[in-house]
Nanobody, 122 residues
Framework: QVQLVESGGGSVQAGGSLRLSCAVS????????MGWFRQGLGKEREVVAA????????YHADSVKGRFTISQDNAGTTVYLQMNSLKPEDTAMYYC???????????????WGQGTQVTVSS
């Protein structure tokens, strides 16, 4: 099993920044990709960013490109999402996820954290 614990969410004004962290533990030998997803009220869960553990290749959704950055520590035990220039439409529950292969779709991620709320006020 893999355990994921998110932290760093909160309330900020538009234009502000937050840094989300995801602590990864457990049997991680098969994990190849890590991702951040978000789900706003009444909306479907969507991918925000993803990173491949070995190649360190990253993906960022168009809606956050240039504002958000996914990264990972060298040990692979923590994944970060640096969020700058936050907008009210970024308000959502943010989830960390782990996948055994190269993954971008939510259905490809096997393990999920409990989520951390991000609220951006105008």
């Amino acid at each position: 099993q893999v355990q994921l614990v998110e932290s760093g969410g909160g309330s900020v004004q538009a234009g502000g920044s937050l840094r989300l962290s995801c602590a990864v533990s457990g049997y991680t030998v098969d994990i190849r990709s890590m991702g951040w997803f978000r789900q706003g009220l009444g909306k479907e869960r969507e991918v925000v960013a993803a990173i491949h553990n070995e190649t360190r290749h990253t993906y960022h959704a168009d809606s956050v490109k240039g504002r958000f950055t996914i990264s990972q520590d060298n040990a692979g035990t923590t994944v970060y999402l640096q969020m700058n220039s936050l907008k009210p439409e970024d308000t959502a529950m943010y989830y960390c996820a782990a996948a055994p292969g190269y993954a971008l779709l939510a259905k490809e991620f096997r393990y999920w954290g409990q989520g951390t709320q991000v609220t951006v006020s105008s």
